[in-house]
């Protein structure tokens, strides 16, 4: 059966909406922070109350800044034109390696094991995008690449309609829009114009929750098992999926037509909801 579609748009045949039933498992993952406290064995509520200490965190929201402004350029230089398959579990366990490495010297070594982590996800997300058809001397390919790192999967006050991935993508239309025109005309030799900053300072405000979370398990002595290298491990396999999810969705939408993506995407939420009611019944 089609998925039902407003206006002219193409409906999804069955392959398409298949996929995007795909998708949306992965974009709708628990939340980094459910995982983190899943991998540390401690409740969902200690993690969250994690805090670094206000001069740390600072630290940590300048250095994602940073990283993120140098670290897209940087991951783009490193992949070829052309379609090819994405390289993820290589990229899972470089980025497991600098999570060892910068675990070793605590904040000290932050300053260069984040740019070099970023930059490993920021190019597994590029290579996903690459994969999924996207042309990476698009602007508009750059910034979704960006977007990614604002995507946290489900979390407690998702109402299961209206799901936190489009929420996401929602918070930053905007300004994506409006740094995709400056992009076009500019380019990456731009990259300072006030509307790119302004996204940058966007995304990196939602990007360093979860690395000041995940710095702040770190310094528990008590959680032994959890070293930088599996913490590190678990970001890129988050972003990984939350890409993959993405780009499937955009590739749907080329074809499709975003809001028809959007309905079909609502309605597979009710389709697990019913699901969930028959389970209950039974």
Same mark, same amino acid.
């Given at each position: 059966?089609?998925?039902?579609?407003?206006?002219?748009?193409?409906?999804?045949?069955?392959?398409?909406?298949?996929?995007?039933?795909?998708? +949306?498992?992965?974009?709708?993952?628990?939340?980094?922070?459910?995982?983190?406290?899943?991998?540390?064995?401690?409740?969902?509520?200690?993690?969250?109350?994690? +805090?670094?200490?206000?001069?740390?965190?600072?630290?940590?929201d300048a250095l994602v800044r940073k990283a993120l402004q140098q670290s897209l350029r940087a991951a783009l230089a490193t992949l070829g034109p052309g379609p090819a398959p994405a390289r993820t579990r290589s990229h899972a366990a470089a980025a497991a390696t600098s999570g060892a490495i910068g675990g070793a010297f605590g904040l000290a070594g932050l300053?260069?094991?984040?740019?070099? =982590?970023?930059?490993?996800?920021?190019?597994?997300?590029?290579?996903i995008a690459r994969a999924e058809g996207e042309a990476l001397d698009d602007p508009g390919t750059m910034l979704a690449c960006f977007?990614?790192?604002?995507?946290?999967?489900?979390?407690?006050?998702?109402?299961?309609?209206?799901?936190?991935?489009?929420?996401?993508?929602?918070?930053?239309?905007?300004?994506?829009?409006?740094?995709?025109?400056?992009?076009?005309?500019?380019?990456?030799?731009?990259?300072?114009?006030?509307?790119?900053?302004?996204?940058?300072?966007?995304?990196?405000?939602?990007?360093?929750?979860?690395?000041?979370?995940?710095?702040?398990?770190?310094?528990?002595?008590?959680?032994?098992?959890? =070293?930088g290298a599996a913490l590190n491990a678990l970001f890129m396999r988050h972003f990984q999926a939350m890409a993959r999810g993405h780009f499937v969705v955009r590739r749907l939408e080329r074809h499709h037509g975003a809001e028809a993506v959007r309905v079909a995407y609502r309605a597979l939420a009710g389709e697990k909801q019913d699901a969930r009611d028959g389970a209950g019944l039974g």
């Open positions: 059966m089609l998925a039902p579609v407003p206006g002219d748009a193409r409906p999804l045949d069955p392959a398409a909406l298949d996929e995007l039933r795909r998708a +949306r498992a992965l974009l709708e993952h628990p939340g980094i922070a459910a995982q983190l406290a899943n991998l540390v064995g401690a409740p969902l509520e200690y993690v969250m109350a994690r +805090r670094l200490p206000p001069a740390a965190s600072r630290l940590v300053a260069i094991e984040l740019p070099l =982590t970023t930059t490993l996800i920021l190019r597994s997300i590029a290579g977007e990614v790192l604002t995507m946290g999967g489900r979390s407690r006050g998702d109402d299961g309609a209206e799901s936190g991935y489009f929420a996401a993508r929602a918070m930053l239309a905007q300004q994506v829009a409006a740094a995709t025109e400056y992009l076009a005309v500019h380019g990456l030799a731009g990259r300072g114009g006030p509307l790119i900053v302004q996204l940058l300072s966007a995304i990196a405000s939602r990007f360093s929750v979860n690395v000041n979370q995940k710095l702040a398990l770190q310094a528990v002595p008590v959680i032994g098992a959890a =070293t």
